[in-house]
C-alpha cells in the first residue's frame, strides 16, 4: 500500500522530473525492503502477497525509475502521467488476491502501453502493430474473463485462495485449459507471437523497456498463479503439448534470430525463445522448475531491456537499425562495444549470471520429460549463443561503417542506465529471494 500511495503521490507533480525521480526511488527502496522477508506468503482482505510478488513489483518500479531516467528529453506531463499510470496498474495486478480484479488491471495495462505506442512510436506502421496487440492479447483473454464469471457464479467468490481449496468438476478442468491462452500469448508462446516483434520494433525506448522487463512476465506471474490454484500440472495431454509447442517454438525463433537484420527485431525475438523456459518451468509446476521459471523471469528482464537501450543508442550513432549499416563500433564507440559484449554474454547466458541458473534448472524437468526435449534444449542453448555472437560481430566488428553521424561518445547518464541494469544480477548472491 505504501508503493501504492508514492506512485499516486509521484503523479501530482508529474511535471517535476526530479519529484517523479525520488518517488521512483522511494517505491524501489520500499519493494527492496519488502522482498527481504523471512516468510514466503501474507494476505487481508484486499491484498495479497508472496515472495514472487514481491520480487516482480521490485522489478517494476526498478524498471520505471531507469525508464525515466533513459528518457529525460521525453519528459512531459502527457507522458509522465501514461507511465506512472502503467506503473500502479502493474503494481496492483501483482498485490490483488482477487481474480476478477486481477483480470481488470491485467487487461487496463494495455492501454498506457498502446497510448505510449502509438503516441511516441517512431513510424506509421505503429498503428498496426498497436491493433495487433491488442487483437491478439484481448481475444485470448476473452476466455478468462468468461471463466471468472463462471466460478464467481458458481463458487460464489473471485479469491485465488478460496479457490485453490475447493473440488474442481471435470467440466472445470476442461474450462481451465482454455484460460491458459489469456497468459500463452502474453508471454508469448511461438505461434502466438507475432505481436511482438511488431510491437518492439514501433515502439520508442520507454515502450520496449516496459514491454520486455515488465508486460510479459505478467504471463508467467499468471500462469504460476493458475497452476497454484487449479494444479495445472495434472492436466497431462495438454500440457505435453504446449511443452512440445514451447521447446519447439524457442528453437524456431532462435533460428528466425539469425536471419534478421534489424538489431530491435533480432532481440524481440530472442524474448520469444527466453520465454519457452518460463512457460515450461510454469506448466511443469513443481518447486525447482518454478524456481527456474523466476529466475528466468528475473534475469531476463533486466538482460533484454539492456539490449534495447543498447539498440537505441547504436541508432544515435547512425540513424538506422539495420545491421548492414552499423559495423565498426569497436573502433569509434569502445564503451558503448564493451557494455554490447557484456550484455549479449549475459543474454546467452554465459557463467555467472542468472540467465545461465534458469537454464541449468530447467534441465533436470526435461530429463523427466524425455531425451528429445533435453537434445532440443541443447540446440536452443546453442542457437542462442550463435546469435548473441553474431549481433555482437555484426555490429561492433569491421571497418567502420561510412553512415555513422559524428557525435559524441556515450554520455554518463546513458552509462548510468547501462550499469544500474548490472545491478540486479548481482542477486545471484542471494538466490533465496527467488
Not at 502493474?90 to 494495455?110: C, D, I, R, W
Not at 497510448?115 to 513510424?123: E, F, T, V
Not at 523497456?209 to 499468471?222: D, E, P, Q
Request: aromatic share 14%; hydrophobic share 55%.
Amino acid at each position: 500500500m505504501s508503493i501504492f500511495f508514492v506512485l499516486i503521490g509521484s503523479m501530482l507533480l508529474c511535471n517535476n522530473w526530479v519529484f517523479v525521480m525520488i518517488s521512483l526511488s522511494m517505491a524501489c527502496l520500499m519493494s527492496l525492503i519488502n522482498i527481504n522477508q523471512f516468510f514466503t506468503f501474507s494476505l487481508n482482505i484486499g491484498w495479497s502477497s508472496s515472495s514472487l510478488s514481491n520480487m516482480l513489483i521490485f522489478l517494476t518500479v526498478y524498471l520505471f525509475l531507469l525508464v525515466f531516467l533513459t528518457s529525460k528529453n521525453l519528459s512531459s506531463v502527457k507522458y509522465n502521467i501514461t507511465l506512472i499510470m502503467l506503473a500502479i496498474f502493474l503494481v496492483v495486478t501483482f498485490s490483488t488476491k482477487n481474480f476478477f480484479y486481477f483480470y481488470m488491471f491485467f487487461e487496463a495495462s494495455l492501454i498506457p502501453t498502446l497510448a505510449l505506442i502509438i503516441g511516441w512510436g517512431y513510424q506509421p506502421e505503429r498503428l498496426q502493430a498497436g491493433t495487433y496487440m491488442m487483437l491478439y492479447t484481448v481475444f485470448a483473454s476473452l476466455p478468462l474473463l468468461v471463466m471468472i464469471m463462471y466460478f464467481f457464479n458458481v463458487h460464489n467468490t473471485c479469491d485465488f485462495q478460496m479457490l485453490e481449496m475447493l473440488n474442481k468438476t471435470p467440466l472445470e478442468w476442461y474450462v481451465v485449459i482454455f484460460v491458459l491462452t489469456a497468459f500463452l500469448v502474453k508471454l508469448p508462446i511461438y505461434s502466438t507471437h507475432l505481436w511482438l516483434p511488431k510491437a518492439h520494433v514501433e515502439a520508442p525506448l520507454a515502450g520496449s523497456m516496459i514491454l520486455a522487463g515488465v508486460l510479459l512476465k505478467l504471463g508467467g506471474y499468471g500462469l504460476i498463479k493458475m497452476g497454484n490454484t487449479f494444479s495445472i500440472s495434472s492436466m497431462n495431454l495438454v500440457s505435453v503439448f504446449i511443452y512440445s509447442l514451447s521447446i519447439w517454438g524457442a528453437v524456431l525463433s532462435s533460428l528466425m534470430c539469425l536471419r534478421q537484420v534489424d538489431v530491435k527485431a533480432m532481440v524481440a525475438y530472442s524474448s520469444v525463445g527466453h520465454m519457452s523456459v518460463v512457460v515450461l518451468g510454469t506448466m511443469y509446476n513443481n518447486t525447482s522448475s518454478v524456481f527456474a521459471a523466476t529466475v528466468t523471469m528475473f534475469a531476463h528482464a533486466f538482460s533484454s531491456s539492456a539490449l534495447f537501450c543498447l539498440a537505441y543508442y547504436s541508432y544515435e550513432k547512425i540513424s538506422s537499425r539495420s545491421m548492414m549499416y552499423m559495423k565498426g563500433y569497436l573502433t569509434m564507440f569502445p564503451i558503448l562495444s564493451l557494455l554490447w559484449f557484456i550484455f549479449t554474454c549475459i543474454n546467452m547466458a554465459a557463467p555467472p549470471s542468472l540467465n545461465l541458473i534458469g537454464e541449468m534448472l530447467i534441465i533436470p524437468m526435461l530429463s523427466n520429460l524425455g531425451v528429445c526435449y533435453m537434445v532440443t534444449m541443447g540446440l536452443c542453448i546453442f542457437l542462442s549463443a550463435c546469435y548473441n555472437m553474431f549481433l555482437y560481430t555484426a555490429v561492433n566488428h569491421g571497418k567502420g561503417s561510412e553512415f555513422i553521424i559524428g557525435g559524441n561518445q556515450m554520455s554518463n547518464n546513458q552509462m548510468l542506465v547501462l550499469l544500474m541494469h548490472l545491478f540486479p544480477l548481482l542477486l545471484l548472491l542471494k538466490m533465496n529471494l527467488f
